[in-house]
């Protein structure tokens, strides 16, 4: 069965800004797994800041009611964006992929799975230096994904993709909790530092990661646990994380391999909920909280007073996000450079904060409708923040990029 897979360029975007420059932009979306449970479309748009304005300049408008926006995920290291949205045919996904590199375009990809199968995900997957968007489809029937066509950031090269490429898999993580995201579940094995990786049902052909964690850091019995980044600077594994106590602060035990100097350790973040985003050797990280399924445990997360105040017209908003995923939110941020482990904390008091880029040793976050840059100081600690602008759409902009 072939992927049928036309890539064609929907919009040229010519800005009049000098390519040379680097322009700050920020996407605005609500990601939403399934985006039709709400009445009113859910505005997603890239927005170029305009420094000497002080404004935002629409570039282009990703989303209409039929076509909400579902999954975004932000390769850092491959520079690129790719943004799921919803399709009207059934067995369909629309993928657009943004270059922030040298941002000119929006490359859109329809995929197609084929007859009795279903779009299951898609992930990126790392050959010769090359990335590759590889599209999963499912079929209950036989009870294995099928890998199929994947295609290359770089240049319009495609290839045949088997389970055994999950080896190679690029993950950056998630800066946005939702239920979609760019993990990748494992499973250790009790008696030695394999991981493997369940893509298909028969476990004795289930591709076995080819980092071996050292006998000091195994869990030593088989576990049901998260990759949640794994790039050419570091490898991050979620070990475990603490159950939810509703007067303290939990936290989550990270199992790290950094390429660069070539060593393992373990790390202790706060949080029980892990949301990172991975940019060079740096993690960066929005301190969250999960009470679990029972809903009757809900914490309010710090601000609700003031949030209520701006009057955010997003029918799917900070606090009716904390309650839907039942996460508290402290408002605590941190930096967690995986060579120096150096880690750098600060605290907002506003639960609806989050880091949006981290770039050439400056911060760039949200806290509510504001968004501060601040410079990290020899590696070790954050400067005087600047507010770069406050504007109601940035309660709703989740991810930032520089672009010539």
Same mark, same amino acid.
């Given at each position: ?154 240049? &319009? &090269? ?247």
């Amino acid at each position: 069965m072939k992927l049928q897979v036309t890539v064609t360029i929907i919009c040229l975007l010519i800005l009049k800004s000098i390519y040379a420059q680097d322009r700050l932009f920020f996407l605005k979306a609500t990601p939403v797994d399934d985006p039709y449970v709400f009445s009113d479309d859910i505005p997603a748009a890239l927005l170029l800041f305009n420094k000497d304005s002080i404004k935002f300049n629409e570039v282009v408008k990703l989303t209409t009611y039929e076509n909400r926006v579902k999954d975004i995920r932000y390769y850092y290291e491959s520079k690129r964006i790719v943004i799921s949205k919803e399709a009207k045919k059934t067995y369909e996904e629309n993928l657009y992929v943004i270059n922030t590199d040298k941002f000119d375009s929006l490359i859109y990809q329809p995929i197609i799975c084929p007859k009795y199968y279903v779009y299951s995900e898609f992930k990126v997957i790392k050959e010769n230096d090359k990335p590759f968007l590889c599209i999963a489809c499912f079929n209950n029937d036989v009870e294995e994904f099928e890998i199929l066509k994947s295609y290359s950031f770089i240049d &319009s &090269s495609k290839k045949e993709f088997g389970s055994n490429d999950y080896k190679r898999i690029l993950l950056s993580g998630s800066a946005y909790f939702l239920q979609r995201n760019d993990y990748q579940d494992i499973y250790t094995e009790p008696t030695n530092g394999n991981i493997k990786i369940p893509v298909v049902s028969n476990i004795n052909e289930r591709p076995i990661f080819p980092l071996v964690i050292p006998d000091s850091l195994q869990i030593g019995k088989k576990e049901h646990i998260l990759i949640l980044i794994n790039n050419k600077s570091q490898f991050v594994l979620n070990a475990n994380s603490t159950k939810f106590v509703s007067n303290q602060i939990g936290s989550s035990t990270f199992i790290i391999y950094d390429y660069d100097s070539k060593k393992w350790y373990k790390q202790k973040i706060k949080g029980n909920y892990a949301s990172i985003n991975s940019y060079g050797n740096w993690l960066a990280g929005v301190v969250y909280d999960y009470a679990g399924m029972n809903e009757s445990i809900f914490k309010e997360s710090p601000g609700k007073g003031l949030r209520t105040t701006l009057k955010s017209k997003n029918e799917f908003n900070a606090d009716k996000r904390f309650a839907y995923f039942n996460i508290y939110s402290p408002g605590i941020l941190y930096l967690f450079n995986t060579l120096t482990q150096k880690y750098i904390e600060w605290n907002t008091n506003q639960g609806d904060s989050e880091i949006l880029l981290l770039e050439n040793d400056t911060v760039y976050y949200r806290v509510n409708d504001e968004i501060y840059k601040a410079p990290i100081l020899k590696g070790e600690k954050l400067g005087k923040s600047e507010l770069l602008i406050k504007d109601q759409q940035v309660l709703d902009i989740h991810w930032a990029f520089i672009s010539k």
